[in-house]
C-alpha cells in the first residue's frame, strides 16, 4: 500500500483560495476587452491553470504512482486530439 503525504487543510484553502482568485480573474477578463481572440487564450490559459491545481491536489495526482500519470497524460492526450479534430472542422466552413 502506497504512503501518501498528509497535506493540511490549511494548504487545501490556500489551494481553494488560489481557485477563488483564478474564478474571479476569468470574470475579469471577460469584461475587458483585449482585442482579437486574446480574451479567449486568457481565459483558457487560467482554466488550464485550474484545472492542473484540481488535478494534481484535490485528486491526489502529485503524489501517485506513474501509471496515474501514464493515465492523466492519456487523457490530456484525448482532449488534444478532440480539440484539434473540432477546430479543422470549424476553420474549414466556408
Known sequence: ??????????FYAAIFGALLLLTLSTAGV????????????VAVTIAIVKALLVILYFMHARHSSSLTWVFAGAGFFWLAILVVFTLTDVLTRG
Open 1 to 10: 500500500m502506497n504512503s501518501q503525504p498528509i497535506m493540511s487543510v490549511k
Open 30 to 41: 471577460a469584461f475587458i476587452d483585449l482585442g482579437g481572440d486574446l480574451n479567449a487564450l
